[in-house]
């Protein structure tokens, strides 16, 4: 989201956004190789480089892209080392699926451009403390 309000021609590097958003560098680092790995973000090295947002990232579906981040394990571990015996006819089950599902439905309709509009926008570009000039 604090891409998708930079400029295209001063791009942010990682530990800026890292420090804008007060997650640890080492932790943006990751995120950021995820989301190159999936097309949304770019990463160009050295001087004037920096991170930007894709046309696939700015466009993008937040339900699409949450799914492949989270994957699509259940919110619940039934089948794990040691087995629920509810397993196999467990009504909490379906409907934990079912809110998951709407859980994503919801979120299908918006994109990273959607999210970046007024009252978000603004604060979003307030948050960082530009580097000296
Ligand atoms: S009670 Fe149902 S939802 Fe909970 S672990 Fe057992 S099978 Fe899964």
């Known amino acids: 989201m604090r ?3 930079s400029e295209a021609d001063d791009p942010l590097t990682t530990r800026e956004v890292s420090e804008a958003v007060g997650v640890p560098h080492a932790h943006m680092a990751k995120v950021v190789t995820r989301l190159q790995h ?3 973000l770019d990463a160009r090295r ?3 480089g920096g991170l930007g947002l894709t046309e696939l990232g700015r466009g993008a579906s937040i339900g699409w892209l ?3 981040l989270e994957g699509d394990g ?3 571990v039934c089948d794990g ?3 629920c015996p509810l397993r196999g006819a467990c009504r909490l089950r379906g409907a934990l699926r079912a809110a998951q599902e709407a ?3 919801s979120l299908d309709p918006l994109t990273v451009s959607d999210l970046v509009a ?3 926008g603004p604060v979003l570009v307030g948050l960082l403390g530009r580097r000296p000039e």
Request: glycine fraction near 12%; proline fraction near 8%.
């Open 3 to 5: 891409l998708a309000v």
């Open 38 to 40: 999936l097309g949304v």
């Open 46 to 48: 050295g001087r004037g």
């Open 66 to 68: 949450v799914r492949e």
């Open 74 to 76: 259940e919110v619940v």
């Open 81 to 83: 080392e040691t087995p």
């Open 103 to 105: 859980f994503y439905a």
């Open 118 to 120: 007024s009252p978000t």
